[in-house]
């Protein structure tokens, strides 16, 4: 079974720029979510998704951050102007609805210089 | 404001012996737990959960321990082998909603 797939895996790109993330979820998981890790906050949830709408965008740390789920399989996280704090590891996961654990990609380093 | 807590950011042991990890947290509200096993250069993998209807919860090797009075719960792996060597997250949500809170992980290290 293909798991949660992610793109690009590495991003370096310099400040100003716009970047685009994107996540492939497991085939016929409906609930989406988009997490950051870094080493000041761990993991920390941004937004997620149920059935392709956003339920949950608290965690987005302010307007240059963007989320979209145009449909069910697939996704994109952008941020338009970056900056070097967003440096990070940005991860995508999924999962059905209804208490089933979420399965993580393997994430997009994010390097703003 | 840091719901879930994992106090020690690492953890050596020898191989064979028993791992403790820990994790405490504050919202009263959460009542299920997860465990995530993290490599470098991947992401998160579940482990195991813990309903709060539960106190104990086996799966071969691993074994979590929840104590509701006290907030805390604990994941035991038996015997320890250097494979384990990774980061281990706790997690905790509301089982009506979809919010996983992590803690900051703890770094198992498992020596031969």
């Known amino acids: 079974d293909a798991g949660v797939i992610q793109s690009p895996r590495h991003e370096v790109t310099e400040m100003g720029q716009e970047v685009t993330l994107r996540c492939k979820p497991i085939s016929g998981h409906n609930s989406l979510f988009w997490y950051r890790q870094t080493m000041m906050r761990g993991l920390e949830l941004l937004i997620y998704?149920?059935?392709?709408?956003?339920?949950?965008d608290s965690g987005m740390p302010e307007d240059r951050f963007s989320a979209k789920m145009p449909n069910a399989s697939f996704s994109t996280l952008k941020i338009q102007p970056s900056e070097p704090r967003d440096s990070a590891v940005y991860f995508c996961a999924s999962r059905t609805q209804g208490g089933q654990p979420q399965h993580f990609g393997d994430g997009t380093r994010l390097s703003i210089l | 404001d840091q719901q879930v807590k994992q106090n020690s950011p690492s953890l050596s042991v020898q191989e064979g012996r028993i791992s403790i990890l820990n994790c405490d947290y504050t919202?009263?509200?959460?009542?299920?737990f997860l465990w995530y096993k993290k490599y470098p250069a991947e992401g998160p993998t579940f482990l195991i959960s813990i309903s709060s209807i539960k106190d104990k919860n086996e799966d071969g090797r691993f074994t979590v321990f929840l104590n509701k009075s006290a907030k805390h719960l604990s994941l035991h792996i038996v015997p320890s082998q250097p494979g384990d060597s990774a980061v281990y997250f706790c997690a905790a949500m509301v089982s009506s909603g979809s919010r996983l809170t992590f803690g900051e992980g703890t770094q198992l290290t498992v020596n031969p």
């Open positions: 998704f149920n059935n392709n709408v956003p339920i949950d």
């Open positions: 919202n009263s509200m959460f009542d299920y």
